[in-house]
């Protein structure tokens, strides 16, 4: 018996907790067989549910109970003459070679993929996640779970889904202004578009070199550098000569100034909801961004509207936004500001540039023609659609009249 009054050594004390781990671990595969065999037998002394026995008796909460339950079913239960799910997870549990947090993260893929995939690839992916588990920590394991069960549901999606995706992709976003003055926004994206926010963010949110002259490091808590590329981002964005152009409208941001307030520093409305500094303004404008300066003199006269340039020329939206009224999709109600410009003639087709090759559409019937069997002719000058055969199989071209009657052309 070791005296406990002689103080261990470094390594004593480093193989004491390293033996203490692995017995941990060890306990809570005898904790999962143990349920496992109870629920097995029925077992319930009395209370309405296994999972209710747990939290009077172990006093845990339900959330904890019913993990160990998922864990025991999968790591231990046998079902008649087959083994357990994941019985090779649970032998590395059993002997203290994997840890609680990778069994949670093994379980939550089986969980996923139970229905998903058949047992021989499930037993394929148990095999990969173990012997990552047995080297790396449960988040590298998380890492690569998820990657397995995209990749499994993008292999069972049926032919026609990524079209589907593209017309109505699962991405929300809300921006509002805080009471501090400051603008706050929430939302989510669907898996592909955030690997593409996720990758640049990776190469444009990394902390700054250390200072040559004072060896200070970035200041910038994690959160800050992720916003500061976010803004790079953007500022990048409206630089971009492919930047969708909304309809008759070229300009990303409208700087409302007047001739008086930019001689002497005064703040500048922007797109009619804030105010920045005149330098903010000035800073933006040089930025190379998509801007429209609107300059008044002090009566409020307009001097200058500055223009950028894009695919359809000026002439062409101004054209565009008259002829069509907005988005031409039938029933569409989108007015020319929350359009864009559409090759009838696909422009990888070798369609031309021109206003009877050109409509306006707003983004989501943009994907909608773009990824589905709706297609557009145009007759008599104005814009017809057809609908995908097995929707009107007379092939009776339709007409946007949201934004004006028909013509005779149309009736």
């Known amino acids: 018996m070791s005296d406990p009054s002689r103080k261990l050594s470094d390594e004593e004390l480093t193989a004491s907790h390293l033996d203490a781990v692995r017995k ?6 005898e904790l999962l067989r143990g349920i496992a065999e109870m629920r097995s037998r029925g077992l319930k002394h009395g209370f309405s549910s296994f999972t209710h026995f747990q939290t009077e008796t172990d ?49 939550k893929v089986a969980n996923t993929l139970s229905d998903k995939a058949p047992g021989e690839d499930l037993a394929v992916h148990e095999r990969t996640l173990l012997d990552l588990a047995l080297q790396a920590r449960p988040h590298e394991v998380r890492r690569v779970g998820r990657r397995i069960v995209d990749y499994v549901e993008q292999s069972n999606k049926p032919p026609g889904d990524d079209d589907r995706e593209q017309v109505s992709p699962q991405c929300t976003l809300r921006l509002w202004q805080g009471k501090s003055g400051h603008w706050e926004l929430r939302g989510a994206l669907d898996h592909a578009n955030a690997q593409i926010l996720h990758g640049l963010l990776g190469v444009l949110a990394k902390p700054a070199p250390r200072d040559p002259v004072s060896g200070a490091s970035d200041p910038r808590s994690a959160a800050e550098r992720q916003g500061d590329a976010l803004v790079e981002i953007l500022e990048l964005a409206a630089r971009c000569d492919d930047l969708p152009v909304q309809g008759g409208e070229s300009a990303v941001l409208t700087l409302n100034i007047n001739l008086d307030e930019m001689q002497s520093n005064q703040p500048v409305l922007v797109n009619d909801s804030a105010y920045v500094s005149m330098n903010t303004a000035r800073r933006i404008c040089c930025s190379g961004a998509a801007v429209t300066p609107v300059i008044f003199r002090g009566n409020g006269e307009e001097l200058v509207l500055g223009r950028t340039s894009r695919t359809a020329n000026k002439a062409q939206r101004r054209a565009l936004a008259a ?12 007015p020319p500001k929350w359009t864009e410009p559409h090759h009838v003639v696909y422009w990888t087709h070798s369609g031309r540039t021109d206003l009877d090759n050109l409509v306006l559409l707003c983004s989501h019937h943009h994907r909608v023609v773009h990824h589905t069997e709706w297609h557009i002719q145009m007759i008599g000058g104005r814009p017809a659609f ?15 009249l949201a934004h ?5 052309a149309t009736a």
């Open 386 to 400: 057809y609908a995908p055969r097995w929707l009107d199989s007379t092939q009776t071209p339709r007409y946007n």
């Open 323 to 334: 002829r069509d009224g907005g988005c031409t999709f039938p029933g569409c109600t989108r």
């Open 404 to 408: 004006r009657a028909p013509d005779r």
């Open 59 to 107: 006093h845990v909460s339900k959330g904890e109970a019913l993990a160990r339950e998922r864990a025991a079913d999968l790591l231990y239960r046998q079902r008649g003459s087959d083994p357990p799910v994941l019985a090779a997870v649970g032998e590395a549990l059993g002997n203290g070679s994997i840890n609680r947090e990778h069994v949670t993260e093994i379980c």
């Open 24 to 29: 941990l671990d060890m306990a809570y595969a």
